[in-house]
């Protein structure tokens, strides 16, 4: 078992989900910092906390994240802050001896007309989804960091790219919030109004792949703690990442039914097609991640039961 691990944004959804997960399969040298105690945007705070501490392990969760119209609205902010991020912490683990770092992406990462399901020899060869372009050049950037590294100084960084996670310690705001809380919230507020009907944007015809929290973290651990031999012998030094999803997709209609469902919310769903629905299509390739021995433990309704169920236990401290 590795010595200090630290986490860079435990207190996000993902962050929180490794935490729990490394504890259950007992890590007990975690390290963790809030934003007050490090500023991951700050190089110098970073290399300070990195030549201090000298972790052993890093998983890079730590990330400025967002739904449709949050990209739109502040694109500077998501391109910086995740640049500035990823580039401080993967430069000060390199400077300390990290032995090992595992960077989380995105399935934004791929063309917005990627061939489907999505490979990961899909990076880098078509145009971008506009609306969320600079986050996807940034996490791009981080997968490029990890291979560069490994490249230049014989480091062991690697990548996985989670398709749309969901679960314990989601963002449920209306608005700047991922589609599954966002309905979640919607649903509910609804049926407590007894509302007669709940509008989705878009036209509910864009496919999306959903992974729970706790399958990504799992995921996660899972690809920390294959051997360099087998971690390499399934990937190349120029494409190193590796999808993480359910390969399985729905419409945005048949989430928004099962949401209902789970829910309770009984009347009607209707669709805003002035809004965007984003990327057409967004499956993972995830024949590579099985190969290495890894498969997702919820199915969409049992983890939109979970996922709920942690909304009704948290409402009052998320002021919903």
Not at 139 to 168: F, W
Not at 191 to 198: F, L, T, Y
Not at 219 to 231: F, I, K, N, P, S
């Amino acid at each position: 078992m590795a010595g200090k691990v630290f986490v860079a944004g435990h207190r996000g959804m993902v962050g929180s989900a490794i935490v729990r997960q490394l504890e259950t399969q007992g890590h007990r040298s975690l390290l963790t910092a809030t934003r007050n105690e490090l500023n991951l945007v700050d190089q110098v705070a970073v290399r300070e906390f990195f030549r201090q501490e000298r972790p052993e392990q890093v998983y890079l969760a730590a990330a400025k994240v967002g739904g449709i119209l949050a990209n739109n609205n502040f694109p500077a902010d998501f391109i910086y802050q995740n640049l500035m991020i990823e580039a401080n912490i993967i430069h000060a683990a390199w400077e300390s001896g990290v032995k090992t770092l595992l960077f989380l992406g995105s399935s934004c990462i791929y063309p917005k007309l990627a061939s489907q399901p999505m490979s990961e020899s899909a990076l880098l060869t078509g145009e971008l989804e506009p609306t969320n372009e600079p986050y996807a050049l940034a996490k791009i950037a981080g997968i490029k960091l990890c291979e560069s590294y490994n490249r230049q100084h014989g480091t062991d960084y690697r990548s996985v790219m989670p398709t749309n996670l969901y679960g314990p310690g989601d963002n449920f705001h209306l608005e700047n919030s991922h589609v599954i809380p966002a309905l979640i919230r919607k649903f509910h507020e609804a049926k407590e109004a007894g509302d007669s009907a709940v509008t989705v944007w878009g036209t509910g015809k864009a496919m999306r792949e959903f992974l729970h929290v706790d399958d990504m973290a799992a995921a996660c651990v899972h690809v920390m703690g294959l051997t360099r031999d087998e971690y390499w012998s399934e990937v190349e030094p120029m494409l190193s990442h590796i999808n993480v999803g359910t390969g399985e997709d729905v419409t945005i209609a048949e989430l928004a039914t099962t949401i209902g469902k789970v829910v309770g919310y009984q009347g009607n769903i209707v669709y805003d097609s002035s809004k965007p629905d984003g990327t057409p299509r967004k499956l993972l390739d995830v024949s590579r991640l099985k190969s290495l021995g890894w498969r997702p433990n919820y199915n969409l309704e049992s983890g939109l039961e979970d996922s709920y169920q942690w909304f009704l236990d948290n409402s009052e401290i998320l002021r919903v």
